[in-house]
């Protein structure tokens, strides 16, 4: 995909550091500007379609990202739905930590698709009804995010291979965890893009 360079598409490219690259995936971290984040860019050969398609199916999601442990739908309607997501705590991994607990997430997602083939999908905090109260053993967070999946402009006619830029905000309701934990998010986004790279590959072979 030639539309993968060492810039930031779609949001401006002074708010993020030097971009780090492993396993073809460009992982950018927020700047001095604004609140922490992290960025990640790859190319995916399947269509945008096919990739919103296994981004949005909660059911195999555990299967190629190795930081969800559970997920559910709480709500389903057109181009939007509510789920609760239980993630495994990145440094669970990394460090083997039975201290470092993991993450209880409700998250309200909506999607739609601009003229020129891009898909945008958004996600914020949901308060939803049904969303279960953290158990002893959870720390509830906010997930806030957005991902565009945009056809490679040398394959238009095809839509064999896309753009995939994701950016993520964990706001755990501390300054001191939410710096932690998006510091974290780094390796997490690298692995989690590197999975849906690999599914959306076997899917469309």
Known sequence: ??????????????AWGRATIQNGVRIFARSHLGPPGVLGMLAIPASPSAVLDCLLDLRSQHEWDPYVRSARYLEVSDCADVVHVVTKHAFVR???????L?????????????????????TSPSNHPTCPEPGTLLH???????????????????YDECLVVA?????????????????????????????????CATASS
């Not at 060492?6 to 490219?13: H, L, Q």
């Open 102 to 122: 993991p993450r209880d997430f409700c998250v309200a997602r909506s999607w739609f698709k601009l003229a020129d083939g891009t898909y945008i999908l958004l």
């Open 167 to 199: 950016i993520s905000n964990m706001d755990m309701k501390s300054q001191l965890a939410s710096s932690v934990v998006n510091r974290a998010a780094r390796v997490a986004l690298l692995s989690t893009l590197a999975g849906l790279r690999e599914a």
């Open 1 to 14: 995909c030639q539309s993968l360079t060492n810039s930031v598409p779609f949001w401006p490219s002074e």
């Open 140 to 158: 509830r967070g906010d997930m806030i995010g957005a991902i565009a999946i945009r056809p490679c402009a040398e394959s238009v006619l095809g």
């Open 94 to 100: 990394q460090t083997g930590n039975p201290f470092q």
